[in-house]
């Protein structure tokens, strides 16, 4: 009996690692956008934690103050960045089912 359970269970855990690397996948494709300034800044990221994207209004560069844009750029990248990782560990979440894997698992 317990060779049966131990089976089942190893089948289930085969089945959520294909379907890991599957979303790994996916995760590649996903994105989330944050914008900073009132949209003077736009950073768009993948669900695999890289930025893909980042506009910057040209009338922003116009009166130039280059500390501000600077802060404007490092806001909005840290909260795609923050993004990204809540959509992937929601989507994570869908997977496992609400177990706590540890990060070098995903």
């Given amino acids: 009996m317990f060779q049966g359970n131990?089976?089942?269970?190893?089948?289930?855990?085969?089945?959520?690692?294909?379907?890991?690397?599957?979303?790994?996948?996916?995760?590649?494709?996903?994105?989330?956008?944050?914008?900073?300034?009132?949209?003077?800044?736009?950073?768009?990221?993948?669900?695999?934690?890289?930025?893909?994207e980042i506009e910057i209004e040209k009338e922003a560069l116009e009166d130039a103050d280059v500390e501000m844009i600077q802060d404007l750029v490092l806001s909005a990248v840290n909260e795609a960045l923050r993004r990204a990782e809540e959509m992937a560990a929601a989507e994570m979440q869908k997977i496992t089912g609400g177990l706590n894997l540890p990060p070098g698992m995903v």
């Avoid at 995760?27 to 934690?49: D, F, P």
């Fill in 6 to 52: 131990m089976g089942k269970m190893m089948k289930q855990v085969q089945q959520m690692q294909k379907r890991m690397a599957q979303l790994q996948e996916e995760l590649n494709e996903m994105t989330v956008e944050a914008s900073s300034g009132g949209g003077v800044v736009r950073v768009v990221a993948n669900g695999k934690k890289e930025i893909v």
